[in-house]
């Protein structure tokens, strides 16, 4: 059983930047994982953020955070890092990690089984 604990959110204001954290848990190592942050906005589809190869060498962005957000792991520390700056209120969203045991770097929901509980970001104007 894969156990992912999302950290860092919270309230910024517009232009700010935040570090969004993914902690796996000890039984649990994702050196050999694809990992991926999602958010999902109130009333809104979980939608895909960045996604990161197993050893970090490969990435994928959705067009809308490219520039502004960077997708990272420390796989000695068992964690998966997403620094998002330049924030916009439209930003404000559940921010989830998810992991999958493959090389393809997906962008897809259904392609991701293991999920954390989110984090909550929330952008002021």
């Known amino acids: 059983q894969v156990q992912l604990v999302e950290s860092g959110g919270g309230l910024v204001q517009a232009g700010g930047s935040l570090r969004l954290s993914c902690a796996a848990s000890?039984?649990?190592?994702?050196?050999?994982?694809?990992m991926a942050w999602f958010r999902q906005a109130p009333g809104a589809e979980r939608e895909f953020v960045a996604a990161?190869?197993?050893?970090?060498?490969?990435?994928n962005y959705a067009d809308s955070v490219k520039g502004r957000f960077t997708i990272s792991r420390d796989n000695a520390k068992n964690t998966v890092f997403l620094q998002i700056n330049s924030l916009k209120p439209e930003d404000t969203a559940v921010y989830y990690c998810?992991?999958?045991?493959?090389?393809?770097?997906?962008?897809?929901?259904?392609?991701?089984?293991?999920w954390g509980q989110g984090t909550q970001v929330t952008v002021s104007s």
């Open positions: 998810a992991a999958r045991r493959n090389t393809v770097v997906a962008t897809t929901r259904s392609a991701y089984p293991y």
């Open positions: 990161i190869s197993s050893s970090g060498g490969s990435t």
């Open positions: 000890e039984r649990t190592f994702i050196s050999t994982y694809v």
